[in-house]
């Protein structure tokens, strides 16, 4: 297997639109723009094979039907994405344990199902590069240090969504797509401010972006010890939200549901 390259192309304010090649072939991920897609793929001599979608929104489609447009109409090109969402230009339709073969580059995902953000919204696990080495493609279910929006789903799905991919082996590779890590951090550390893995986090991730840099990908093992929506679970965090919110925190369930409408309204 040739070495796979996963880049995080920039979009929009904060989007990344993750390009993974092996030199000559890339396949794209939620372009919700084809402007840079295009240009980065021009620049590095690559050759569009696939397009992968995790939902419908259009900072994550936007820009399917423009890079449709300018490839070779003899050559087909296949868009994967849920088939629990109405997006018009999908070849295949996938649900929870369907698996994708693409031929070059050589990719195999595994589907997983992760509404929450959307009602419909999956997530692409690739259990191993050629390194060994897992990534998960998971849009806008899993951030940095936090999670999405509940546009369509319940709190219950998201919570169940976000126990599916922490069940991922710790070394996965996450590559969401947006750069919101900082934000996230503020608000992690309002819920749990004397973990000492994410104040580190907050420094490291504080000099990437000086840098101009990305913060991702993070690891799942990494958003087990800093991300506070997988951490609903702990007395730590459970404690906190029952003294900022003066509210009653019985389970996991509830202290999930209640940090996520205190990140709504966080500042």
């Given at each position: 297997?040739?070495?796979?390259?996963?880049?995080?192309?920039?979009?929009?304010?904060?989007?990344?639109?993750?390009?993974?090649?092996?030199?000559?072939?890339?396949?794209?991920?939620?372009?919700?723009?084809?402007?840079?897609?295009?240009?980065?793929?021009?620049?590095?001599?690559?050759?569009?094979?696939?397009?992968?979608?995790?939902?419908?929104?259009?900072?994550?489609?936007?820009?399917?039907?423009?890079?449709?447009?300018?490839?070779?109409?003899?050559?087909?090109?296949?868009?994967?994405?849920?088939?629990?969402?109405?997006?018009?230009?999908?070849?295949?339709?996938?649900?929870?344990?369907?698996?994708?073969?693409?031929?070059?580059?050589?990719?195999?995902?595994?589907?997983?199902?992760?509404?929450?953000?959307?009602?419909?919204?999956?997530?692409?696990?690739?259990?191993?590069?050629?390194?060994?080495?897992?990534?998960?493609?998971?849009?806008?279910?899993?951030?940095?240090?936090?999670?999405?929006?509940?546009?369509?789903?319940?709190?219950?799905?998201?919570?169940?969504?976000?126990?599916?991919?922490?069940?991922?082996?710790?070394?996965?590779?996450?590559?969401?797509?947006?750069?919101?890590?900082?934000?996230?951090?503020?608000?992690?550390?309002?819920?749990?401010?004397?973990?000492?893995?994410?104040?580190?986090?907050?420094?490291?991730?504080?000099?990437?972006?000086?840098?101009?840099?990305?913060?991702?990908?993070?690891?799942?093992?990494?958003?087990?010890?800093?991300n506070p929506f997988l951490r609903a679970g702990e007395a730590s965090v459970q404690s906190t939200l029952a003294e900022q919110l003066h509210e009653s925190?019985?389970?996991?369930?509830?202290?999930?549901?209640?940090?996520?409408?205190?990140?709504?309204?966080?500042?």
């Amino acid at each position: 297997m040739n070495s796979l390259e996963y880049v995080p192309v920039p979009a929009f304010d904060d989007n990344y639109i993750w390009v993974v090649s092996d030199g000559h072939h890339a396949v794209v991920v939620d372009p919700g723009d084809a402007a840079p897609v295009k240009a980065y793929l021009a620049k590095r001599g690559w050759r569009l094979s696939a397009i992968l979608l995790t939902h419908h929104h259009a900072d994550h489609v936007g820009g399917v039907a423009d890079l449709l447009n300018g490839q070779d109409a003899s050559q087909a090109l296949p868009v994967y994405g849920p088939a629990g969402e109405a997006i018009p230009w999908l070849t295949e339709r996938l649900v929870q344990g369907d698996t994708v073969h693409i031929a070059a580059p050589s990719l195999t995902f595994t589907i997983l199902d992760v509404p929450g953000h959307t009602r419909g919204h999956i997530a692409y696990f690739q259990a191993a590069d050629s390194r060994g080495t897992p990534h998960v493609f998971c849009g806008d279910t899993l951030f940095a240090c936090g999670c999405g929006r509940l546009f369509e789903g319940t709190p219950a799905q998201m919570l169940e969504s976000l126990d599916a991919l922490a069940a991922l082996p710790g070394e996965t590779e996450v590559h969401c797509a947006h750069e919101y890590t900082l934000s996230n951090i503020r608000f992690a550390l309002a819920c749990e401010p004397d973990n000492p893995v994410l104040r580190a986090w907050r420094d490291e991730a504080a000099a990437l972006r000086a840098r101009h840099m990305p913060t991702l990908p993070t690891t799942i093992a990494h958003e087990r010890a800093v991300n506070p929506f997988l951490r609903a679970g702990e007395a730590s965090v459970q404690s906190t939200l029952a003294e900022q919110l003066h509210e009653s925190v019985p389970d996991r369930l509830a202290a999930f549901t209640l940090m996520r409408e205190w990140k709504n309204r966080f500042r």
